[in-house]
């Protein structure tokens, strides 16, 4: 079965940075998309990035545009998210999902790591 692992969570000073990873394993063919969500407290979760797999496309939602670089590394099923310019309201819970072949809603998740920003 598929497993998400996430981490690279702590705290951090408002104006640095952190870079979180994502794990999966379980699988024998790559995913068709994969991304990163988050919650804050006594929040909705919420979309952040995310990235089709084949082709390296990128989604993101304009709260994040231009600080939050996604990227991926085939070779060692490994998932990134670089975390720029970091503001208090970045606090939350960071979870990776993944969209397997042929599916159309993220149906494996992560435990989360969370990412607590100082001001």
């Known amino acids: 079965q598929v497993r998400l692992v996430e981490s690279g969570g702590a705290l951090v000073q408002a104006g640095g940075s952190l870079k979180l990873s994502c794990a999966y394993t379980?699988?024998?063919?790559?995913?068709?998309?994969m991304g990163w969500f988050r919650q804050a407290p006594r929040q909705e979760r919420e979309f952040v990035l995310d990235i089709i797999w084949s082709d390296g496309v990128s989604y993101y939602a304009d709260s994040v545009k231009g600080r939050f670089p996604i990227s991926r590394d085939n070779a060692k099923n490994m998932l990134y998210l670089q975390l720029n310019s970091l503001k208090p309201e970045d606090t939350a819970v960071y979870y990776c999902?993944?969209?397997?072949?042929?599916?159309?809603?993220?149906?494996?998740w992560g435990q989360g790591t969370q990412v607590t920003v100082s001001s």
């Open positions: 999902a993944l969209i397997a072949a042929l599916g159309v809603e993220y149906d494996y």
């Open positions: 379980g699988r024998t063919f790559a995913p068709y998309r």
